[in-house]
């Protein structure tokens, strides 16, 4: 047997209970806006749920001691598949997505903290299933960060180190000793900045509903939003300001969260990936400002930076949120855009894309090889923080980069069959890929992917699922070897 | 001293001189169509330069075996920047392309084989001119193949390996023993392809000019045609079978006509990068025909396989040559020849490109890296043609894999300064770092380069050369440590 069956049994069990507990919000959200039909959808989906989920919990006996590195990837893959195939029904019966693929997409889309939607009116859909919506981001945001840093650890991966997450900066086990109370702290962080972004944009007069909403989008940088027009619906300076630095913080290393939390204001300001991430940001916010400003987009500087700051660190942080239709704006900050698409965030936070800290180490390596073709005989180590780099950790990268790129184009190779015009087709797949949500073109942010046929939809939530999971566990999956017993 | 000046001086005499003497065929034919303002245009050219050129050349006295490293990327690249500077020359003397950057646009587009034009009506210029602009693709694509396996080799440049050219295929020196003997039966080969094609050319029917100027045009795997609508202007099978045997032959590694020469079939047969090559035309053309095919564009399966071969063989070789309006193609079909310009040709051959060889390179390792993944300790090496390559090449490789995509990156965010969509403004640059020709919408097939401002006109000409001269080559040049004699 090449899998513990039933260890990973046993865990689908746990997952299906955890996520009807984790449909009780909503469901109280629904009886709260008495929305009847919503309320009976939830009903609908979270009963069998848990019959099912208690039932293969209580009777399947396994030793989760044995399990190994195969099922390890097999239960990253189907935690994240399950949850969505399950998290969709409630659209389904409540009919306000009534094609289940698309109601899948909308969940995976949600937990993966994507925030790209097949939905043409989202300000139709009940209160409930907003708040479901939503709140999909806020698990999944919570579940990133404990898959890179305490799940696979866990499931004995560690020296594997499978999706490079955290290739070279402070990991949690140098940090704290154990990984349950690690995982202790992350709740606590994420929680906190949750309920301080909620409380900030009340203060400045949301409703709690919007501000659960908003808070969900940007601290597990999702982007799912409650109006079509995203942001831009508030046109309010102050909301943008606190959405804009929650989004940051979600796109920082979390680990280093706890040199905030022991005033190691040193320890955190020296790390090279949040400079990185500072800088290229910035560098981002400001072309993007002077050059809406020289295309005469706006009509001062300042309502220039007001856009290109909220819009870079949106996209920077694979969020996605808008307060702009920057699909209109000028090509070259179209094309910054898309590259921070690429880039992402940095390891270990709710942020997705090739992330800052591998093309750092990519852009060392680079800098090295030219150096390397004046200096054959050089050696030449790359540092991070000061520590060099193992080659492993070098290769790695180069591995997942290079892979990245690949599904980037194979997956615009395969949506190109429906004919859209290349750039919907390419930025689709860059946003899908990198987690964001909005594109260009058709699936612009003021837009949405209900263009695509269902073979399409179904792709777009396989290539979420690949770039959430960082690539090779979902694509180690589809390999001769991974269910070839004898290699 | 960092550089030795002198022979670099003296070599730059010798290239004005030889570059004098290859304009001499262009002027017979200006004479040969009386058009005297070409024949004015060509002496004030002329005349000079080979007074310059043999002034320098006798005067400077310079020691070529104290040649390094350094002098050789100086060399390489001044070779192909002088070329062009010059060979642009006539174009304004005669008045046909008053602007000088777009006259080095063009010649460049000439020298590199790239094929790219900023002429709106190619048919309005006289004759002795468009001999020149596509006489320019022959000698650049003899300038490749001598670059690649003769020059840097004779500049003590064989264990560096700058272009990584031919990382692992066979390799000239392997078959012959001497450059001298080797590059004398390179120029045969080319010489012979050149000739075959044009008399076949011929016996179809065509002129002596237009079968010159096509051959020209797909030896050198250049694209230069001497009418707007390229090689659809004929809607001539026999013809278009013709150029596209000569465009696929000239994207094969030359060295591998060594064994057809002494009838080694096996070897040639067996050739992994020759294999690869036929694999991935033969996919392209196959998909591309079933997706025309089923998208209506043409009546018939024979008719889509018609233009897909054409077109497929076309844009892989780096040609650019077309028979139909491609950028009318369906997505799916401009996506498999946007990917077929990144990739390009074999390895010495005068196609450009990432190359074939890189391509495989890059498969197998990644594709080992994935194996890597549930065997941590296994020790897998990368093999071509039965022979392990080296950890180095393979990492000279992935450098250059890295940097072609960072170049197309950087490109294409300085271009979309111009404010074109984003199809055309990357499309534009894929297309000139791979050396096509023509990219999509607004320098789709039937359109030309005019468009871009001046600054982007020499952007476009610095991304041919990078392409060119194999990235090292002219990236190197830009470096602080190049220019720093402690380092």
Chains 1, 2 share one sequence.
Not at 95 to 100: D, K, L, V
Not at 123 to 149: D, V
Not at 394 to 419: K, P, Q, R
Not at 464 to 473: D, K, N, Q
């Amino acid at each position: 047997m090449i899998l513990n069956y039933k260890a990973i049994m046993k865990l689908i069990g746990i997952i299906i209970t955890i996520m009807a507990g984790l449909m009780l919000p909503s469901l109280l959200c629904s009886y709260f806006y008495n929305e009847t039909n919503v309320v009976i959808a939830f009903w609908f989906t979270i009963i069998p749920m848990l019959v099912f989920g208690i039932i293969i919990t209580r009777t399947v006996k396994a030793d989760f001691n044995s399990l190994k590195i195969r099922d390890g990837y097999i239960i990253a893959a189907l935690c994240w598949t399950l949850s969505s195939a399950l998290g969709a029904v409630p659209f389904v019966i409540s009919g306000y997505i009534p094609n289940y693929i698309d109601a899948f997409f909308e969940t995976v889309s949600g937990f993966t903290t994507t925030g790209a939607s097949i939905l043409a009116n989202v300000e139709s859909l009940p209160k409930g299933l907003l708040f479901w919506r939503s709140f999909t981001h806020w698990i999944g945001g919570m579940g990133i960060i404990l898959f890179a840093m305490a799940l696979l650890p866990a499931l004995g991966m560690r020296g594997q180190r499978i999706a490079m997450a955290e290739p070279a900066g402070p990991t949690i086990e140098k940090i704290t000793p154990k990984i349950s109370q690690s995982s202790k702290i992350l709740y606590l962080i994420y929680i906190s900045i949750t309920l301080l972004e909620i409380l900030l944009l009340e203060l400045g007069g949301m409703s709690t509903f919007d501000a659960m909403i908003n808070t969900f989008g940007s601290v597990g940088t999702g982007g799912y939003s409650n109006y079509n027009s995203s942001i831009a619906h508030y046109n309010n300076l102050y909301f943008e300001m606190v959405i804009t630095v929650s989004m940051f913080l979600s796109g920082i290393n979390f680990t280093l969260y706890y040199f905030v939390l022991r005033r190691h204001w040193k320890e955190f300001f020296s790390d090279r990936e949040l400079r990185s991430y500072l800088l290229i940001v910035s560098a981002a916010v400001l072309l993007i400002a002077l050059n809406l400003w020289f295309s005469n987009c706006y009509d001062s500087l300042g309502e220039s930076l007001r856009y290109s700051v909220f819009q870079s660190v949106s996209i920077a942080t694979t969020t996605g949120f808008s307060t702009a239709n920057f699909d209109l704006w000028p090509t070259f900050s179209k094309m910054i855009l898309f590259v921070l698409m690429f880039i992402g965030g940095c390891s270990s936070s709710t942020s997705s894309g090739i992330k800052i800290i591998r093309t750092l180490i990519v852009f060392k390596y680079l800098k090295n090889s030219i150096s390397l073709r004046l200096h054959p005989r050089a050696v030449i180590s790359i540092k991070i923080n000061e520590r060099p780099v193992s080659s492993d950790t070098v290769s790695g990268v180069i591995n997942f980069v290079f892979l990245y790129i690949g599904v980037f184009f194979i997956g615009t190779l395969l949506l190109s069959l429906d004919n859209f015009d290349l750039i919907t087709t390419a930025s689709a797949i860059a946003s899908c890929l990198g987690n964001v949500g909005p594109g260009f073109n058709l699936v612009g942010p003021e837009l949405n992917y209900s263009i695509f046929s269902n073979a399409s939809t179904l792709l777009l939530s396989f290539v979420m699922l690949v770039g959430r999971l960082e690539l090779f566990t979902i694509i180690l999956l589809f390999t001769k070897q991974f269910w070839n017993p004898d290699r």
